[in-house]
């Protein structure tokens, strides 16, 4: 299974950026997906998942601010990030499990099933 993050990068305040997620190797549309984030030596943060039936969750920190989506004829799940701020700079990863957008997205500490090797987003002026 592999799970293949791209889109992050270098922002300004203010500014947009949209992450995609494909996955491969696992039945698509049997998962929910997610993206969390995490600070090196803290816990990760569950910021938005979406469930297999489209039902999302969103962590209060990107709220009205961040839109999760996905496409199962492509694989992808995508995180379209609005009116980004510094302190959404983090190095973000894609997950996979077999659960609801809300359980998934409150696994902190146990890992999901399915983990992505993450890549950086930095918001800076």
């Known amino acids: 299974v592999q799970l293949d993050e791209s889109g992050g990068g270098l922002a300004q305040p203010g500014e947009s950026l949209t992450l995609s997620c494909e996955a491969s190797?696992?039945?698509?549309?049997?998962?929910?997906i997610g993206w969390f984030r995490q600070a090196p030596g803290k816990e990760r943060e569950g910021v938005s998942c979406?469930?297999?039936?489209?039902?999302?969750y969103y962590s209060e920190s990107v709220k009205g601010r961040f839109t999760i989506s996905r496409d199962n004829a492509k694989n992808t799940v995508y995180l379209q990030m609005n009116s980004l701020i510094p302190e959404d700079t983090f190095a973000y990863h894609c997950?996979?499990?077999?659960?609801?957008?809300?359980?998934?997205?409150?696994?902190?500490?146990?890992?999901?099933?399915?983990w992505g090797q993450g890549m950086q987003v930095t918001v800076s002026s």
């Open positions: 190797g696992l039945t698509f549309a049997d998962y929910a």
């Open positions: 979406i469930s297999r039936d489209g039902k999302t």
């Open positions: 997950a996979a499990e077999k659960s609801s957008a809300q359980v998934l997205c409150s696994m902190t500490i146990a890992p999901p099933e399915y």
